[in-house]
């Protein structure tokens, strides 16, 4: 079938949901994304961390998914180029591990992988981050690297689907996948049912709960997450920050955001509690700072660490698409699930 006919249906308007559905409908694909939320981006996209880049993590932990995350990095400037600007939060990266040794090694990693990073002194240090209370005599500088708010990359995404004639349909949760035999027909809603040619099942665990009346079982998992917001007068960050168990960058619109491992939920206050203060020791006095918010969120993982992408064995037009780290992840797999969809890599 031709892609310019091909009828899609796109279940969950997260970043990964956005990226495929601007990918098909660029291509000419009849697209529509069904969101159960009353707005994009509202579910695990919405409570993503933003980070752009591998620069926190070592090479060797995961050789496979650093490479293929390294990978999915360049497509960011392909997709800059076709819609513009993204909402980046802060530009460039600074890491400082415990010791000099450790962060020499990460450097030397991260250089040996083809990551743009440098070390650099106090001195500079200072100029990049003047807030800074103590910084350390060595850190690692990465300008690459980037943070983005992912909700609004997800709706900027959606709105250049929608001007390629994608709809979007927000507070229409779809209740079942219809088939014609094997073969995807439609999807059915609380309004009816939309018949449609392919199926693209972008909505996370939500992905389980459509297949499950099929007698399928996808190989996710959820493992939570915590993200922390804190206000900040005036604001004392200007770039992504991975030192001292801390991952911070600054917002978009102000603030502080952290990323941090589940304690527990009897935990999450003092957790809360605990970031503040290890927060405010990080930068001179004179700062404004207080919690806003502490949440656990639940993010869909492959039972492998490796993406689901692809057409689900035993039907016809049924496509599942789950990945972590979904911002990184997006843009790469919409391109790859896009062209798969419509059958250019057949």
């Keep these: 079938m031709a892609g310019n006919s091909l009828r899609v249906a796109v279940v969950g308007a997260g970043i990964l949901g956005a990226s495929i559905a601007w990918s098909l409908a660029r291509k000419g694909a009849r697209v529509t994304v069904f969101e159960r939320e009353h707005s994009a981006g509202l579910g695990v ?16 932990d995961n050789p496979g998914k650093f490479a293929l995350e390294l990978q999915a990095l360049g497509e ?89 004639g994608a709809q979007l349909i927000e507070s229409a949760e779809v209740l079942a996948v219809e088939l014609d035999g094997l073969r995807v027909s439609g999807v059915r809603t609380a309004v009816g049912t939309v018949p449609v040619d392919r199926v693209v099942l972008a909505n996370a665990m939500g992905a389980q709960t459509l297949v499950t009346p099929l007698d399928v079982h996808l190989p996710i998992v959820e493992e939570p997450a915590v993200l922390l917001r804190f206000d900040a007068q005036p604001a004392p960050l200007r770039h992504l920050l991975y030192a001292q168990s801390l991952e911070l960058r600054p917002g978009l619109g102000g603030g502080l955001f952290s990323a941090a491992d589940f304690p527990g939920h009897d935990r999450l206050d003092a957790l809360g509690q605990e970031s503040l203060v290890a927060v405010r020791q990080l930068f001179r006095p004179g700062f404004e700072l207080s919690l806003r918010s502490v949440q656990a969120v639940q993010r869909p993982k492959t039972v492998d660490g490796r993406p689901l992408c692809g057409f689900l064995p035993g039907f016809k037009g049924l496509y599942v698409a789950v990945a972590h780290p979904g911002v990184i992840l997006a843009p790469f797999l919409g391109r790859l699930a896009s062209a798969e969809i419509l059958g250019e890599l057949n």
């Excluded at 961390?49 to 993590?57: D, E, K, L």
């Excluded at 990551?115 to 106090?122: D, E, L, Q, S």
């Excluded at 300008?143 to 995404?157: Q, T």
């Design 45 to 60: 996209t919405g409570h993503s961390y933003g980070w752009v880049g591998t620069a926190s993590r070592l090479p060797s």
């Design 76 to 164: 960011f400037a392909r997709l800059k180029q076709a819609i513009g600007p993204f909402p980046v939060a802060t530009q460039g990266a600074l890491i400082w591990l415990d010791s000099h040794d450790e962060s020499l090694a990460m450097l030397a990693e991260q250089q040996a992988a083809g990551v743009n990073m440098t070390a650099i002194g106090r001195e500079k240090l200072r100029e990049l981050e003047p807030a800074l209370a103590h910084p350390p005599e060595l850190a690692l500088w990465a300008p690459d690297e980037f943070a983005v708010e992912p909700r609004l990359l997800a709706c900027r995404l959606l709105g250049a689907a929608q001007a390629q």
